[in-house]
């Protein structure tokens, strides 16, 4: 079983930075995309950024420009840097990995990380 493990949410003033952090159990060699993705109270769950196997990326319109996820398949880690944060990005952040294998399609989330942007 896949299991993401998602660490660096917390409390942060309006215009500051959080570095998020998701920690895989497998090689990302299995993943053919990986990404974040984040709920606030009484909203859907929205894509925030996703990156490829390839390494191409896709933002959210909202946060580009000031988000920027990366990954490194050596340490099995996935970041996302969160600058110029604001109010409006307060969320649940959660870790998604797309995973493509030839007995199907799986999807594995972590159990979420709190970002709370407030002065």
């Known amino acids: 079983q896949v299991q993401l493990v998602e660490s660096g949410g917390g409390l942060v003033q309006p215009g500051g930075s959080l570095r998020l952090s998701c920690a895989v159990s497998?090689?990302?060699?299995?993943?053919?995309?990986m990404g974040w993705y984040r709920q606030a109270p009484g909203n859907k769950r929205e894509m925030v950024a996703v990156?490829?196997?390839?390494?191409?990326?896709n933002y959210a319109d909202s946060v580009k420009g000031r988000f920027t996820i990366s990954k490194d398949s050596a340490k099995n880690t996935v970041w996302l840097q969160m600058n110029g944060l604001k109010p409006e990005d307060t969320a649940v952040y959660y870790c998604?990995?797309?995973?493509?294998?030839?007995?199907?399609?799986?999807?594995?989330w972590g159990q979420g990380t709190q970002v709370t942007v407030s002065s």
């Open positions: 990156i490829i196997s390839g390494g191409s990326t």
């Open positions: 998604h990995a797309d995973q493509l294998m030839s007995s199907g399609r799986f999807e594995y």
């Open positions: 497998a090689s990302f060699h299995s993943f053919n995309a």
